[in-house]
DNA sequence: CACAATACCTGACGGC
DNA sequence: TGCCGTCAGGTATTGT
């Protein structure tokens, strides 16, 4: 699933391979992929016809283009096609004459007859659209993304305000750490990662955390994320890849997520499984114990 | 306002 | 063989 060193992998694809590209045309094959872009598919295509890709940019799992005029600087108004992978999205470069994909949402094609990017996506959670940039705390964001805090990789990220905000909470660490207001890019593989290295379970009330317990959570959550980068991503199976269609390695590196049943890598005890907001949590039962005041 | 639950979507997989 | 239930889960929306 792509989740911030996934969807990074891709931004550093669409940087190299299409950045400095202008558009020709774009076909929306399905409309779901489009659906936040109120205006409609026809407005989507036809505002991009024309515009050049002039920087690729990311916060957490969101992902945009920022758009400029022929010339290629960036236009006065600040205007990004956001991307957001969802759960199966993704973002390829492919030559004009390469076989259709199965679920092709979108195809953008460059007026220098180049390779065309395309949105692929077999589940639909993800999708595109165009929103103006605004300005928040110094840092140029579309629209739809000013509500997502920073994440741990940016250099604006600041964790002693993050375990502020989380001491005043009343929620289990995790559910603190998948809400993408609070601190952006983390879901549920590298939340389960991060709270195996930092031995904590994920219904630990976010008001016990001391600051020091906080910030080595972050370095954990810093930590896993960026040897997941190193590695080009995590994938189990053929729904993330790079823009080149390639899979990452860290499902190789992972301690607890998908491991029920097996040894836990520090004590040998067996990976359990839990049910948690209707999808899974995955802890050694001997590191990361349940707390008593468990927020379930 | 804070927090929790649910809808959205397709395909793989196991059981019968 | 094929049907059915379950699971995967990020985010917007709805509910308390």
Redesign the pocket.
């Known amino acids: 699933?792509?989740?911030l060193p996934e969807v990074e992998v891709v931004r550093r694809g669409v940087a190299e391979h299409a950045v400095g590209r202008t558009l020709s045309s774009v076909e929306v094959l399905h409309p779901?992929a489009v659906?936040?872009h109120v205006p409609g598919p026809d407005d989507f295509a036809g505002r991009l016809a024309g515009r050049c890709l002039s920087a690729a940019r990311r916060r957490?799992?969101?992902l945009w283009l920022e758009l400029g005029d022929e010339a290629g600087s960036p236009d006065s108004g600040g205007e990004a096609l956001v991307v957001?992978?969802?759960?199966?999205g993704q973002l390829l470069v492919q030559p004009g004459d390469a076989r259709e994909e199965?679920?092709l949402r979108v195809r953008l094609r460059f007026a220098d007859g180049g390779p065309e990017l395309r949105f692929v996506d077999?589940?639909?959670?993800?999708g595109l659209h165009l929103a103006d940039l605004v300005e928040v705390d110094g840092i140029a964001l579309p629209k739809?993304?000013a509500?997502?805090a920073p994440d741990p990789l940016e250099q604006v990220f600041a964790v002693d305000a993050v375990a502020a905000?989380l001491r005043?909470?009343?929620?289990?660490i995790k559910?603190?750490l998948?809400?993408?207001s609070?601190v952006?890019?983390?879901?549920?593989?590298y939340?389960?990662e991060a709270l195996w290295r930092a031995q904590l379970h994920w219904a630990r009330p976010?008001?016990t955390l001391t600051r020091p317990k906080i910030r080595e959570l972050f370095d954990a959550v810093t930590d896993v994320m960026q040897e997941a980068l190193q590695v080009g991503g995590t994938s189990?199976?053929a729904l993330y890849v790079n823009v080149n269609g390639e899979s990452g390695y860290f499902d190789r590196s992972l301690a607890v997520?998908?491991q029920?049943g097996r040894p836990c890598r520090r004590c040998g005890a067996s990976v359990r499984?839990d049910?948690f907001?209707?999808?899974?949590s995955y802890t050694c039962p001997v590191c990361q114990p349940k707390p008593r005041n468990a927020?379930?």
């Open positions: 699933m792509p989740e779901r659906r936040r957490g799992k969101y957001h992978l969802g759960m199966s199965k679920h077999q589940r639909t959670f993800g739809p993304v509500h997502i905000r005043s909470r009343r929620t289990g559910r603190a998948l809400d993408q609070l952006s890019g983390v879901g549920n593989i939340a389960d976010t008001a189990f199976d997520y998908g029920a499984r049910a907001m209707n999808r899974s927020h379930l």
